[in-house]
């Protein structure tokens, strides 16, 4: 809906809002109209920003897990975990947000955790262990996974400021921390330790603690969702 304002000789200038017209001195008005975008278009389109976004995160630190695999110890657990990270982020989070009061509890929790997992691998020789007698790679040096815990655990801490901020992309490493961090470190300690016939093999004991944290963590980050609120449309103004 357009209206018009005629110009008078005590002022040269008028301006309307949006949806009506401006004057410029003694020249003809200039309408202006204002279309508005759907909420759903909008969303959508921040969805897949976010999306691809997201999948040049995922491809990019794919080959950089691929660059440092002692053989294919990387290639078959950090990189299918990445796979699956992406898959479970675009299925939930990149659609809506998590609850940060429901999720980032137990995340932390997980999180600490992780330090205790950390400090038993490390005392006992993981880094050597791990690749050789599982994928009968050459061993991984100390300072190498020392970086690539440390390093891991920056992003992880990340990945808990993106669901109490509510930044989209950076939750795909929230869901790495889940799949690989959490239910990789359950699931895999047990398979470690069949595969070398070593029942006390590195991090046995404090992976124990992940089948308890990782389904609560993987099921809260797929179920627990803020509120969606419905957006207002936003005026676009397009000249007539």
Known sequence: MTSALTPTRASGHHLAGLGGTVVVGEHAPIELNTVT??????????????????GVLAAALIVLFAYLSPGLALWLTFIPAMVIA??????????????????LPVYLVGLAWQFLHFGEEFMNGFNRRWPTEVFGA???????????????????????LAIHRGWRVPLLIA?????????????????????????AFPGIVTSLGYWII???????????????????????????
């Open 37 to 54: 975008t759907p909420p759903h278009e909008e969303h959508a389109m921040t969805r897949h920003r976010s999306t691809v976004a997201a």
């Open 86 to 103: 992406y898959a479970c982020h675009l299925a939930t989070t990149n659609r809506r947000l998590p609850d940060p009061s429901r999720v």
């Open 138 to 160: 050459q061993a991984m040096t100390l300072d190498l996974f020392v970086w690539i815990n440390m390093v891991s655990y920056a992003a992880f801490a990340m990945g808990a």
């Open 175 to 199: 869901w790495f921390f889940a799949i690989m961090g959490a239910m990789g470190n359950a699931i895999g300690h047990p398979v470690y330790d069949l595969v070398t016939g070593d029942l």
């Open 214 to 240: 990782g389904p609560i963590l993987v099921h809260r980050l797929w179920t627990a969702a803020l509120p969606q609120m419905p957006a207002a449309p936003r005026p676009v103004p397009v000249s007539a």
